[in-house]
């Protein structure tokens, strides 16, 4: 059985928060004194200026440098796409970090490799007081009854659209997939990118997986079963794939997506070469930066083929460990616990990050913000419509295959069925 799979059925849609139960842990949380030097590793860079979340993580480690009783942190940056090849690399010659933050659809490939280190003595007793305050689905972080992660972040997945350039050209919002083709294939004709999908490897193929998930479930199917095994190679895989294969036949994106991950399509956007794309929530603020954008740029919740109901979306989110080659881990967790506050909670709401705690949506911080109907409203997405995203501890080489055979199916004519079959039997012999 691979290990990682979140399977608890009652963390499968976040129609409410969770109550999460003690027993058998104790605390062993202690304030850090002395002169403590630690490290986090993350993908976010405090110096961006393109990026509010940077912004807010900056902020936050400063705030609690200087509040702390001799503790310090600094912030390794490495890129999204490198950090967890690195940090494993790192800690397995003793070098990792004192923290790092964890993709939690990569966390079952840390815990595997043993770059985190169990963190329940510490969370358990913070989550059973924030009881139905959390709300992240605690079973996605949690391996062989160990919280190895503390979330502080939530995301849904949407489709994102230039208002701007659809008033141009006389369209409106599709509210079904098929109109999402017809829709771009006419934007298409304007001289951009109708709809902006990441075909290439870049990222492992994160960007693609990104909307094979939700196409897949909604046509029925499931991406791993309940041991981990690859069975998207069914009659809802196939649909799925046939979709993309569609929209290219319609023209609602061209050979230039082949270069595409999901750093280029939010450039696209932000520049005003793509028109529409199915990106998530967290990265909104930062494609709204951009030059003459702003209000440009709405989102809403991914079509389907019925207008009155939309597709599933994936949730995931950032997360917090404490490294396995940590110096101290009681200073480790105190700055994790400044990190997932509600104050801290409230910077990442104003960079248009969706927080975890559901009393920080009422904070007055939060209520004042101009994006604060929008940020309730990806919240009521992922209470009524949110699944857990499939993960396992080699998911990230199932994407890198997969996106490779959709280049396959949908630029080459590849035969779908075959295809798919290929890349789940591949990966379920491993």
């Not at 129609?15 to 027993?23: F, G, K, M, N, Y």
Request: net charge negative; with cysteine; aromatic share 8%.
């Amino acid at each position: 059985m691979r290990r990682g799979i979140i399977r608890n059925a009652a963390a499968v849609i976040l129609v409410s928060a969770l109550a999460l139960s003690a027993a058998g842990c104790t605390s062993g949380s202690t304030a850090p004194s002395g002169d403590t030097e630690l490290e986090l590793w993350t993908f976010l860079d405090p110096n961006s200026a393109d990026d509010p979340r940077g912004t807010a993580l900056k902020e936050i480690v400063e705030e609690y440098n200087a509040q702390s009783d001799g503790t310090t942190v600094t912030v390794r940056s490495i890129n999204y796409a490198k950090i967890d090849a690195e940090v494993i690399k790192a800690t397995a010659s003793g070098q990792g970090p004192d923290l790092l933050n964890v993709y939690s659809n990569q966390l079952p490939m840390h815990v595997a490799a043993g770059t985190v280190q169990p963190i329940t003595e510490y969370a358990q007793p913070v989550l059973d007081e924030l009881g139905d305050d959390f709300l992240f689905p605690i079973d996605g972080v949690t391996f062989d009854g160990e919280i190895m992660a503390m979330p502080w972040e939530i995301r849904a997945w949407l489709l994102w659209y230039r208002a701007d350039l659809l008033e141009a050209a006389g369209l409106e919002v599709p509210t079904t997939l098929d109109e999402v083709g017809e829709v771009a294939a006419a934007l298409q004709e304007t001289g951009v990118t109708g709809l902006g999908v990441g075909f290439s490897n870049s990222g492992l193929g994160a960007d693609f997986m990104e909307k094979f998930i939700p196409f897949t479930w909604g046509n029925g199917g499931e991406i791993l079963d309940a041991d981990g095994q690859a069975v998207f190679d069914d009659a809802a895989g196939v649909a799925s794939m046939q979709t993309f294969v569609d929209w290219k036949e319609q023209g609602a994106f061209g050979d230039e997506v082949l270069s595409m991950g999901a750093d280029e399509v939010i450039n696209g956007v932000k520049a005003g070469t793509i028109a529409m794309a199915i990106e998530g929530s967290y990265r909104v603020a930062a494609a709204r930066s951009g030059e003459g954008i702003g209000e440009n740029l709405k989102t809403v919740a991914i079509p389907s083929n019925d207008p009155s109901t939309p597709l599933e979306t994936p949730v995931a989110g950032q997360t917090l460990t404490i490294g396995a080659n940590a110096s101290n881990t009681d200073a480790a967790w105190d700055f994790i616990k400044f990190y997932t506050s509600a104050t801290s909670q409230e910077k990442f709401a104003a960079a248009g990050v969706l927080p975890v705690l559901s009393s920080v949506y009422e904070s007055d911080a939060v209520t004042s913000l101009d994006n604060a109907d929008e940020l309730n409203s990806w919240l009521d997405y992922i209470r009524e419509y949110g699944r857990p995203n499939p993960v396992s501890e080699n998911f990230s080489e199932l994407s890198d295959s997969l996106v490779t055979g959709a280049q396959q199916i949908v630029f080459q004519g590849a035969d779908p069925a075959e295809t798919l079959s290929g890349v789940a039997s591949t990966y379920n012999a491993q």
